[in-house]
């Protein structure tokens, strides 16, 4: 399975050092066609933006709302893919994402029906394009990846998965991986992809308790202990979350999202220059799509006093993510940072 490319908690991603991203969630909602000034009779729409591999995104991403008579408003998920719009009248809406041919998506369409004062949660998965799905994360596969030895019935049930992640429905497909487990509990690929896909639940004790089995199935298995580093990180247990990526990171030294990932986890160790390198190698070996890393050197070097070094990288952040969460909070940031 695709390594996963997310940060949540990071929140600590992005709140690490207090510029917010507090506009996700519910923080960021517009004014919507459909709703109602009292609030009487009325439902809301929540979601989560996820990479086809079932991890949240760790970028921005707008998602349109349509009504029938063709009015919509806009809004952006926050840095843990989620999205919250409220107030909405009793009818039909459908959720729309854009292609993104940056970063090699396509459209994403999805119908809600809104019924009475109900709150409806949908997970809205990104499409690859095809030089996507040509260019993987890793090309690094260990044997125990590849085991010949995987009964055809739990190979069966992980397919299953597969088809159900890619409709939408994630409960679903982590129910198919658990079956596939039960058959063989020594399918890596299905043990992995069961901790991706509670990973995007929110899952994180549930998710480092598959991951960790992962791992110690196969240490030399580069996916499982990226995905581990991320839900450490997201759990705030910086130490562990860098050492594990350090091992990621020891199985495929190319990984840009190890390199991400490793920087955060540096940095809320306190390991500021071990930091620095990391998200500095995160964001020349993977362009904007990691303009994040740009982000968090920004905070490095305001931390340091090193004011120009700051402007740069957050300029950096606001020219590839000029739509981000956080992009207005930055953009005064940047306005301080230019004062004499």
């Known amino acids: ?65 349509r009504v029938l008579r063709g009015e919509k408003s806009v809004v952006y998920t926050d840095t843990e893919g989620l999205f919250d719009i409220g107030n909405l009248a ?10 993104d041919k940056e970063r090699n998506f396509e459209g994403v369409s999805e119908r809600v029906e809104i019924q009475g004062r109900t709150s409806t949660f949908v997970m809205l998965y ?26 055809a019935a739990a190979v069966k049930e992980f397919e299953r998965a597969a088809r159900a992640r890619e409709d939408g429905r994630l409960e679903e497909a982590v129910a ?11 399918y890596l690929k299905a ?3 069961l901790g991706a896909y509670l990973l995007a639940q929110g899952k994180l004790e549930e998710a480092s308790d598959e991951l960790r089995r992962a791992t110690e199935m196969d240490p030399k298995s580069f996916n499982p202990h990226l995905n581990l580093g991320i ?29 991400l990932y490793a920087g955060v986890a540096l940095l809320g160790s306190g390991e500021e220059a071990r930091a620095e390198r990391e998200l500095s190698i995160a964001y ?5 799509q990691y303009a994040l890393a740009q982000f968090h050197l920004g905070r490095l070097y305001t931390n340091r006093g090193e004011r120009a070094l700051a402007l740069k990288a957050f300029e950096t952040y606001l020219r590839d993510q000029p739509d981000a969460a956080n992009a207005e909070r930055v953009r005064r940031l940047v306005e301080g940072l230019r004062r004499p």
Do not use: W
């Not at 596939?180 to 020594?186: F, Q, S, V």
């Open 1 to 65: 399975m695709k390594s996963l490319k997310s940060l949540k908690t990071i929140s600590l991603l992005l709140l690490l050092c207090g510029a917010a991203a507090a506009q996700g969630s519910g923080g960021n909602r517009p004014s919507n066609p459909n709703e109602t000034a009292g609030g009487e009779n009325t439902g809301s729409i929540q979601g989560r933006v996820v990479l086809p591999n079932g991890s949240p995104i760790p970028r921005p991403v707008k998602v349109t709302l």
């Open 90 to 99: 009793p009818g039909s809406y459908t959720l729309e994402i854009e292609p």
């Open 126 to 151: 990104l499409k690859e394009g095809i030089s996507v799905k040509e260019r993987r994360e890793s090309n690094v596969v260990s044997t125990a990846e590849l085991d010949p030895k995987v009964p």
């Open 176 to 186: 198919h991986l658990r079956k596939a487990l039960a058959i063989y509990p020594e």
């Open 191 to 193: 043990r992995n992809d």
């Open 231 to 259: 839900v450490l990180t997201q759990q705030q247990k910086f130490r562990e979350a860098a050492d594990v990526l350090d091992r990621a990171l020891s199985l495929d030294p190319t990984s840009a999202a190890a390199h």
């Open 284 to 288: 020349e070996s993977g362009g904007s």
